[in-house]
């Protein structure tokens, strides 16, 4: 697609003048952009290159720069600046948005490890902690008497109501409710629970 460019009389190469193929390029000139490619190519990958600092982004980069450039043809306008300035500062910006994309993607990723670390690390504390606290639990039942023990552990691990307690162990229901009030103060003094 490259086109050799043209010369001037003494058969040195001529520079090719970047607002003129600008302009056709905004006209859908093929050839034009082509020129403008081969002109542009090499400062938008040094550019891109020292920015980004990875080879193959570098490239990627670049071509969408390259792209970029053949779609917004039509926006240049030689009265803010070159040519080669303008390739320059879209070629800047989309590096420097590449970078902080990379960037991103990398935070949200340690983010994300981060937050499964302390998940794990908080589910273990957790079991840990519930063991210790039904350790505790069960040698503090072992301090009630046998009625208020057989009580709490109907009501609090079967779910039995007051009534079915009583009828299970066939004592009267001021009696459980008693020994039942009794037993979780106990419990609660034995677990160091303040009220």
């Known amino acids: 697609m490259s086109r050799p460019l043209p010369t001037t009389p003494a058969g040195h190469t001529a520079a090719p003048d970047l607002a003129t193929l600008m302009e056709q390029t905004a006209r859908g000139d093929k050839e034009a952009f082509s020129a403008l490619y081969d002109a542009l190519s090499p400062l938008v990958f040094g550019i891109v290159v020292k920015v980004v600092r990875d080879r ?3 490239e990627e980069v670049a071509q969408e720069v390259m792209i970029d450039l053949w779609r917004r043809a039509a926006h240049y306008q030689p009265g803010a600046g070159s040519v080669t300035t303008w390739t320059a500062t879209i070629a ?103 009220t």
């Open 92 to 194: 800047h910006r989309r590096a420097v948005d590449r970078v902080r994309s990379a960037q991103a993607a990398a935070d949200r990723e340690q983010a994300r490890a981060a937050r499964e670390h302390t998940t794990a690390f908080d589910e273990v504390a957790e079991q840990v902690e519930t063991r210790l606290d039904s350790e505790q639990v069960r040698r503090c039942l072992r301090g009630l008497t046998e009625l208020q023990n057989q009580a709490v552990t109907l009501a609090y691990y079967r779910g039995l109501t007051y009534r079915e307690v009583a009828e299970t162990l066939r004592t009267p229901l001021p009696t459980i409710k008693t020994r039942m009030r009794d037993g979780l103060i106990r419990l609660r003094d034995c677990m160091g629970v303040t």
């Open 56 to 58: 193959a982004q570098s």
